[in-house]
């Protein structure tokens, strides 16, 4: 099972060049659902509200199945298809590229459109770290005191990462780990029977 994939390791912002006049404002996110996406989405919206145009693409999801481009009112497969193509082109996933344009007066025409929103996401992925992450799963994991350290150093051991840590008569642990090594890493902890071990996502 292939649970590998390529993304950006962290925002890259306001990476601008001008055309004829108009100016290009480009950002890149990271993203794991549309309801990150929509958050970005508003914010550039707040920021920048007397643009004419906020055109973006994603792609989400191992299989890059779900995926959007957006004109935002540039002609149709002007603006987000070219976005989208830079997207695909990098072979990454699970990232927003927004392109928001000042119009300077000079209409750039299609050919002259394509060209510059494929520009401005070729320049803002140049501008970013290309990592490679791991589809990951949640554990939740409830233990007696005395447990915490095999626990933290099986985590450890299987390059897993503790999101949260609650304390009362007893550990609870939120747990990510990689898909693939989910039932390995249950395994650690089979002989362990007052131990509570569940999936949650």
Do not use: W
């Not at 925002?11 to 794991?32: H, R």
């Not at 025409?109 to 510059?116: H, Q």
């Not at 350290?149 to 609650?166: A, F, L, W």
């Amino acid at each position: 099972m292939t649970d590998n994939y390529r993304t950006i390791e962290k925002p890259v912002e306001d990476v601008i060049f001008k055309e004829l006049g108009s100016k290009f404002i480009n950002f890149a996110y990271p993203v794991e659902n549309e309801d990150e996406i929509k958050i970005y989405l508003d914010q550039l919206r707040e920021i920048h509200p007397d643009a004419n145009h906020h055109c973006y693409a994603y792609i989400l999801g191992i299989d890059k199945k779900n995926h959007r481009a957006n004109d935002d009112g540039e002609p149709s497969g002007s603006a987000g298809l070219p976005i989208y193509n830079q997207i695909l082109s990098s072979e990454i996933t699970n990232i927003l590229i927004v392109s928001v344009r000042y119009f300077g007066g000079t209409k750039l025409g299609i050919p002259g459109l394509v060209k510059a929103y494929k520009y401005a996401a070729q320049v803002v992925l140049e501008e970013a770290t290309i990592v490679e992450k791991f589809v990951s799963k949640r554990i939740k994991m409830v233990f007696n005191y005395d447990q915490q350290g095999i626990v933290e150093r099986n985590v450890e051991r299987i390059s897993g990462e503790i999101k949260d840590k609650h304390f009362s008569d007893k550990c609870m642990f939120t747990i990510s780990v990689r898909e693939s090594k989910i039932d390995e890493f249950i395994q650690m902890f089979k002989e362990y029977y007052q131990m509570e071990i569940k999936i949650i996502d």
